[in-house]
């Protein structure tokens, strides 16, 4: 009964897959909005002023951002919670994978979220006769916060993980 129950538990991982696979969604999605942004910028870039230009080129550099985001989680995180991936050694292989736990992970997670804070924060800076003062204000609030969060997550990670970790 317990070992029955034990593999049970066990193949409840799977559950996670689908999971994944709505990540996979999400990036086409993502890819979807990016060539849309680009179509966009190249049918008007004779009209659209330097300023418009550089914030349509950090939205881009958002949506890079993000959608790098995903496959970072999409891939490490069915790695590290569902099976691990079956890739022929002659296949094209990312060189992380298999090297993210989950701690790392998180890091690295939070790493990409500040960076996506400060292309938000260096895009209101661009608009700034546009934002009112308070509202630029709480943006840099919540990007210290980011950044803040993911020194001291990377300071627990380093104090509490680091000695069990070959890379």
Same mark, same amino acid.
């Not at 559950?15 to 696979?21: E, G, K, S, T």
């Not at 990540?23 to 999605?29: G, R, S």
């Not at 891939?75 to 590290?80: L, S």
């Not at 997670?109 to 960076?115: E, G, N």
């Given at each position: 009964?317990?070992r029955?129950?034990?593999? &049970?538990?066990f /193949?409840?991982r799977w *559950?996670?897959?689908?999971?994944?696979?709505g990540?996979?969604?999400?990036?086409?999605?993502?890819?979807v909005?990016f060539f849309?942004?680009?179509?966009?910028?190249?049918?008007? *870039? =004779?009209?659209? /002023?330097e300023?418009?230009? *550089?914030?349509? $080129?950090?939205?881009?550099?958002?949506?890079?951002l993000?959608?790098?985001l995903?496959?970072?989680?999409?891939?490490?995180?069915?790695?590290?919670?569902?099976?691990?991936?079956?890739?022929?050694?002659d296949?094209?292989?990312?060189g992380?994978l298999g090297k993210?736990?989950?701690?790392? &992970?998180?890091l690295k997670?939070?790493?990409?979220? =500040? $960076?996506i804070? @400060?292309?938000?924060l260096?895009? $209101?800076?661009?608009?700034?006769?546009?934002?009112a /003062?308070?509202?630029?204000?709480?943006?840099?609030?919540?990007h210290?916060?980011?950044? =803040?969060?993911?020194?001291?997550?990377?300071?627990?990670?380093?104090? @509490?993980?680091a000695?069990?970790?070959?890379?």
């Open positions: 009964m317990e029955f129950f034990e593999r &049970l538990l /193949s409840t *559950i996670l897959a689908p999971v994944y696979l990540m996979a969604l999400v990036l086409v999605a993502l890819g909005k849309q942004e680009i179509w966009h910028m190249l049918t008007h *870039i =004779v009209s659209i /002023s300023k418009d230009l *550089i914030l349509m $080129a950090l939205g881009l550099v958002d949506l890079a993000v959608a790098s995903v496959v970072m989680v999409m891939f490490a995180g069915y790695e590290n919670f569902v099976s691990k991936f079956d890739i022929e050694s296949s094209e292989k990312l992380w993210l736990d989950a701690g790392t &992970l998180k997670v939070a790493i990409s979220i =500040v $960076a804070s @400060s292309v938000h260096l895009s $209101a800076f661009m608009k700034l006769g546009h934002i /003062s308070d509202k630029l204000l709480w943006y840099v609030v919540m210290l916060t980011f950044v =803040v969060s993911a020194l001291l997550m990377g300071v627990l990670d380093r104090i @509490s993980f000695s069990h970790r070959d890379h």
